[in-house]
């Protein structure tokens, strides 16, 4: 027969396991957040050069 003082911690062991999983899993969504939000800057960058480096040829060839 088992005997127990009292103290049964797999309960508690479980919802900490389960709240570090969800803890990584946040950080892992913020993380692909911020790297899509970058990706989304840096292409807004470029397709802005590409448009003002095609204004300033048109403009270039009106004259």
Same mark, same amino acid.
């Given at each position: 027969?088992?005997? *127990?003082?009292?103290?049964?911690? *797999?309960? =508690? /062991?479980? /919802?900490?396991?389960?709240?570090?999983?969800?803890?990584? =899993?946040?950080? +892992? +969504?913020? #993380? &692909?957040?911020t790297w899509l939000? +970058? !990706? %989304?800057?840096?292409? =807004? !960058? #470029? =397709?802005?050069?590409v448009v003002a480096v095609a204004? &300033?040829? *048109?403009? %270039? /060839?009106?004259?």
């Amino acid at each position: 027969m088992h005997e *127990s003082d009292g103290y049964d911690d *797999s309960d =508690l /062991a479980d /919802a900490i396991q389960r709240a570090r999983r969800a803890t990584r =899993l946040g950080w +892992a +969504a913020i #993380a &692909g957040t911020t790297w899509l939000l +970058a !990706i %989304a800057v840096v292409a =807004l !960058i #470029a =397709l802005t050069l590409v448009v003002a480096v095609a204004i &300033g040829y *048109s403009t %270039a /060839a009106m004259d």
